[in-house]
Nanobody
Framework: QVQLVESGGGLVQAGGSLRLSCQASGRTFSNYAMGWFRQAPGKEREFVTTISASGRNTYYADSVKGRFTISRDNAKNTVYLQMNSLKPEDTAVYYC?????????????????WGQGTQVTVSS
């Protein structure tokens, strides 16, 4: 079992920044690829970004490329999502997830563990 707890969400004006954190506990964090997903009101949950178990490889949805950065600190069992130049359409509940894989994963079906989510609201 891997337990994931997100933090860092909140209300920010358009153009602003937030950094989300996801603290993992349980099994060996460095064995898991990690991902961030989000779900806006009335919409399906969607992929945002992912990082390989080592942290060397990342992948981003086109909608966030160049604005968001995923990183991880395996010594701290934590994955981060730095979000810059935020837009109102980034408003959503953001979830981190862990996949039992060395390589990054973009499909929700590949993820085994999920956090409870943290709300990000971007005002215009």
């Amino acid at each position: 079992q891997v337990q994931l707890v997100e933090s860092g969400g909140g209300l920010v004006q358009a153009g602003g920044s937030l950094r989300l954190s996801c603290q993992a506990s349980g099994r060996t964090f460095s064995n898991y690829a990690m991902g961030w997903f989000r779900q806006a009101p009335g919409k399906e949950r969607e992929f945002v970004t992912t990082i390989s178990a080592s942290g060397r490889n990342t992948y981003y949805a086109d909608s966030v490329k160049g604005r968001f950065t995923i990183s991880r600190d395996n010594a701290k069992n934590t994955v981060y999502l730095q979000m810059n130049s935020l837009k109102p359409e980034d408003t959503a509940v953001y979830y981190c997830a862990a996949a039992n894989s060395r390589y990054y994963r973009t499909s929700q079906d590949d993820y085994d563990y999920w956090g409870q989510g943290t709300q990000v609201t971007v005002s215009s």
